[in-house]
């Protein structure tokens, strides 16, 4: 079980939640999360420059790629600005614009790795130890979908249809006839869950769980 020793919620340390829309890019948007949250100092980074990076790596048809692609794409190139290249403008497939290109202002991410971690218990160790903890999990539709108002993701029985990427930011121990749930940033707006965050239970991890990868702080 966790204990209360590493209970943790670092919702307050977060950029703010965006919405990838309807284009399968929650691995970027989940890294660049993570990149803006270890980096320190909060920067709003480009989730589009994150995408075209890890295509030159894999590239693959449509939107989507791995969160290790896109880890190591960043940690190879570092990352653009959002001011730079706004999501989706220009599409990825349509080549790097002039001002994220510039050396000087892409951003260098911290130690990349990934992780066994895979119980509320092991993700708490993770966070305590200042990394970053991005989870890819098996998606199940009907889940997801009856936790939009209040974000919880704990049935993990209706069959699952793809993967879905996010990032942990705490770990809640079992309170209030609530399970101890991970504490997790959705990409899909404000409006769904609490302010755009969820909390996913242990029982829907062991079940569901498919990999999770790290992101340590930007050296300074």
Sequence with gaps: MLSDGLACDFRGAQTEVRTQGQRSTCAVFAVTAAHEWMAGDRPDLSEEDALYSAKQLEPGSGDATWVSTALRAIDGEGQALTEDWVYGSPHYSQGRPAPATEATRRRRCGEVDDSPATTVADLARVLVSHRAAILTVQFVPATWAAARDDGWIDDPDPPPAGGHA???????????????????????????????????????????????????????
């Design 166 to 220: 996010v990032l942990a930011v705490g770990c809640l121990v079992a309170r209030g006839g609530r399970p101890q749930a991970v504490v997790f940033k959705n990409s899909w707006s404000e409006d769904w869950g609490q302010d755009g965050y969820g909390f996913m239970t242990d029982r829907y991890l062991q079940v569901h769980h498919e990999h999770t990868d790290l992101l340590g702080a930007t050296a300074s």
